[in-house]
């Protein structure tokens, strides 16, 4: 009982503070349990050797009480005996004596006088007819003991059948002359009964305790008295044999122990010899009577320590409580943190111990947490946003790449045609050729013999003019188509203008305006390609100009790293839908053209590292702004597509145009490249 | 040669109405034309009639006009020997084929006024 019982832990809830509670009843109550156990153990030993000597003084003090009942009627008939005079009395003065000692003793059953050789002379007893039969008592062992040894006390027998009755003798005495002699024997029959009622008055409770007191061997033994009377008035009354064995076989004079009945039940008894009778008065109670005070006594104990334990329950549910509440809290707080909530967590109250150092902790956790989780959410929003931005780059690259990419089949597209014009441009030659040839022969052989006439000669002249123009145009076309080496040199860019103009057939009805930069700009270029660009516009902007009209040319510095070439005239501007097309090779308006004059032009300019922009007004004219990089003196000269790598880009809007030209509203730029790309 | 004999001139092509127009041009001019239409057969016709002007096509089908061009002026260092090309010339093969003997070259098609008078003009100046 001294182990508190383990409260089953439930659920998950709680756990700590039924731990704390078993541990607070192990430490408290386990010391307790071990030390109040023991202290019963000794206390129940003691308890009960007490009750075994209570009980032996008991035997023993009744003992001593039948000893003195036996003593005090042998006393009285030593007395009688020796009244004065009693031996020469009388029978009947001596029945008259002995009457009265039968009348003060009521447990005197029966008196008789005996002479020295045993022959009865008074015989008087309770229940005896008138002129009883007179005995001869000569050979009886109460008339012998009595007259040899002084007194006989013996001859236990039951009065009827029934009452436990003592003979008892003493030998008469007459003093003659100074000497005393033996005249007779005085006996008597003591009833016994008085014995019993003692033991009824000192152990009334029958159920409880029980005295009795026995003559004899274990055989052979004669019930004298107990403490319920009845008992021993039975004829065969005797006490149990398992009590018999042990009483009537002690050495000791006194004992006691516990004994086990064949019923079962336990009995604590003790035992006292009677002094000179040999008689053994045993006193006997129930172990459970017997021990009443140390069961009592534990019980108490038991109660007490039960107390105890609900208390210390009680006590220990209260200190774990108080315990392991912050920690409930602490608990609560990281779930709700756990379930991602950082604000309106359970309020921690800072005691000043570990528990409180550990809710400190716990708030500089969550607030870390907290801010580690806002900047993890920032992080990933910046993330997001990179993403989106990244697809957006990746779009927006993409879209490059697919302009790139269509750039780049049109190039091959177009280098394809290239390829084919040149193919059936050669081809074309040689019928061309034969016609040509032909036509010379028919032409000669004609004017030889004299049949020529004008009309013939006419048509002759167109063959041969279209067989020319044709050939032209395969030049035009092979010209764009091939990939001849550029040839750069330095050149004083005024200067090589002048030079081309001076020999360019303008017609007449076409004035020409130069506006040339004073700063004598100095260019890396291909002279014969470049020459070819400027002629194809300057050959169409004496084309749209059929009536009057001007050619303007201009230079201009636009900044340290270009020059801007100006080719521009007076027509009639070029429609927004044609613009974008203008440099599309084979692209053409006219009735006869190749439609690759502008994008030779557009060529050259991009071999040569530049750009061209157009800017136009649609009845006022247009402009075409050549931008080419300027020479850096100093610096090797290199190829153009080379030096443009380190050159800034050109200037992204159209430099201011020269003074004298019409300000066109909108422009077109292209380029041949992205600048610095 | 006697002055007033015609003098012969070969032309070397694949395209036999270009050859043919030529020739006829030529003969109307007084030259004595032989034709060719292969790099073989005009080297043989040359070896054989020994002409003073040989107009040979650049491309032919069984080799170049440049290797005729070489093969010819082994044989003879007067000849005159102009080649005809349909397509543009790099400066590069224009000088290789001088330096082969070419001593002049044609774009087809060719104004045939001035071929006459290039052609007289290189006679007369190899005749000197």
New interface residues.
């Given amino acids: 009982m001294e182990e508190a019982p383990a409260p089953e832990a439930v659920g998950g809830r709680g756990k700590l503070a039924y731990k704390f509670l078993l541990w607070f009843m192990l430490i408290s109550l386990a010391p307790m349990g071990v030390v109040g156990w023991h202290l019963i153990g000794i206390s129940q030993g003691v308890l009960k050797e007490e009750s075994l000597r209570h009980q032996q003084s008991l035997a023993v003090g009744f003992a001593e009480t039948v000893s003195n009942y036996i003593a005090t009627f042998k006393t009285v008939l030593t007395i009688a005996s020796r009244l004065e005079g009693f031996a020469q009395m009388d029978p009947v003065k001596q029945e008259r004596n002995l009457n009265r000692v039968m009348q003060q003793h009521a447990a005197f059953l029966e008196l008789s006088v005996f002479d020295a050789v045993g022959r009865e002379t008074v015989r008087m007893g309770r229940f005896l007819q008138e002129q009883p039969q007179m005995r001869d008592f000569a050979d009886q062992e109460s008339f012998r003991a009595a007259l040899d040894k002084g007194e006989y006390v013996g001859g236990l027998v039951r009065f009827q059948g029934l009452y436990p009755t003592l003979t008892i003798s003493v030998p008469i005495f007459e003093a003659v002359g100074g000497q005393t002699v033996k005249r007779g024997v005085l006996l008597g029959r003591v009833s016994l009964n008085g014995l019993s009622q003692m033991l009824r008055q000192e152990f009334p409770e029958k159920g409880r305790s029980q005295a009795a007191v026995v003559a004899g061997d274990v055989k052979d033994n004669f019930l004298v008295a107990h403490s319920n009377p009845s008992e021993a008035f039975k004829a065969d009354a005797h006490l149990p044999e398992e009590v018999l064995k042990v009483i009537l076989t002690q050495a000791a004079r006194h004992g006691g122990g516990e004994v086990e009945l064949k019923d079962g039940s336990r009995l604590l008894g003790a035992f006292a010899e009677v002094k000179d009778t040999g008689w053994i008065v045993y006193v006997q109670q129930p172990t459970e009577s017997a021990y009443l005070a140390a069961t009592q006594m534990r019980a108490q104990v038991v109660r007490v320590l039960l107390w105890v334990v609900v208390i210390t329950l009680l006590l220990s549910l209260a200190v774990a409580g108080h315990i392991t509440q912050p920690i409930r809290v602490l608990q609560q707080a990281a779930e709700r943190l756990t379930a991602g909530q950082f604000e309106d967590l359970p309020e921690m109250t800072l005691t000043n111990d570990e528990i409180g150092d550990l809710a400190q902790s716990f708030i500089h956790m969550s607030d870390s947490l907290k801010e580690k989780t806002g900047e993890l959410l920032h992080a990933k929003d910046e993330l997001t946003k990179y993403g989106r931005d990244l697809e957006r780059r990746v779009e927006a690259r993409t879209r490059e790449l697919k302009a790139a990419q269509d750039e780049l089949i049109k190039k091959e597209r177009l280098a394809a045609i290239g390829q084919m014009a040149?193919v059936v441009g050669?081809?074309i030659?040689?019928?061309?050729?034969?016609?040509?040839?032909?036509i010379?022969?028919i032409k000669?052989?004609m004017t030889?013999e004299g049949i020529l006439d004008q009309k013939v000669e006419r048509h002759i002249s167109i063959i041969q003019s279209e067989?020319k123009q044709a050939?032209s145009i395969i030049d035009e076309i092979?010209t764009y188509s091939?990939s001849?080496e550029l040839k750069p040199e330095v050149l004083k860019l005024n200067h090589w203008i002048e030079e081309m103009l001076s020999i360019y057939p303008f017609p007449a009805h076409i004035t020409v305006a130069k506006n040339l930069d004073a700063r004598d700009p100095v260019v890396y270029m291909d002279p014969e390609e470049m020459k070819q660009a400027i002629r194809n516009l300057m050959g169409n902007g004496i084309e749209v100009m059929p009536q009057q009209g001007t050619v303007k040319v201009g230079t201009q510095i636009v900044d340290r790293s270009w020059v801007r070439m100006d080719v521009g005239d007076t027509g009639p501007g070029i429609p927004q839908d044609v613009l974008e097309k203008i440099f599309t090779p084979f692209y053409t308006t006219k009735a006869r053209g190749t439609g690759l004059g502008l994008a030779v032009v557009k060529k050259v300019v991009d071999r040569h590292g530049g750009r061209v922009e157009v800017a136009t007004e649609v009845g006022r004219g247009t402009m075409f702004s050549l931008f080419l990089p300027l020479h850096e003196p100093g610096k090797a000269p290199s190829a153009p597509a080379a030096a443009q790598a380190s050159r800034p880009a050109p200037p992204a809007t159209a430099p201011p145009a020269p003074a004298a030209r019409t300000e066109p509203p909108q422009t077109v730029r292209t380029h041949a490249r992205p600048p610095g790309a | 040669m006697p002055d007033n004999a015609p003098v012969k001139l070969l032309v070397i092509d694949d395209?036999a109405?270009?050859r043919e127009?030529?020739a006829?041009?030529l003969e109307?001019?007084g030259f004595e034309c032989l034709q060719a239409g292969a790099a073989a057969e005009g080297i043989a016709t040359a070896k054989k009639h020994n002409p003073k002007v040989v107009i040979m096509d650049i491309q032919l089908p069984d080799s170049s006009g440049f290797q005729i061009c070489q093969e010819l002026r082994k044989h003879s260092r007067e000849a005159i020997l102009i080649m005809m090309t349909?397509?543009?010339l790099?400066s590069e093969e224009k000088t290789q084929g001088f330096q082969l003997g070419a001593d002049e070259y044609l774009?087809?098609?060719?104004d045939?006024?001035e071929l006459s008078v290039r052609i007289r003009q290189l006679l007369s100046r190899g005749r000197s």
Wanted: proline letters at 5%; aromatic letters at 10%.
């Fill in positions: 040149s050669h081809e030659r040689n019928p061309l050729a034969v016609i040509n040839n032909s010379f022969f000669t052989k030889k067989v050939n092979l091939r001849k | 395209d109405h270009l127009s030529l006829e041009v109307l001019d349909g397509r543009f790099s774009t087809k098609p060719f045939l006024q």
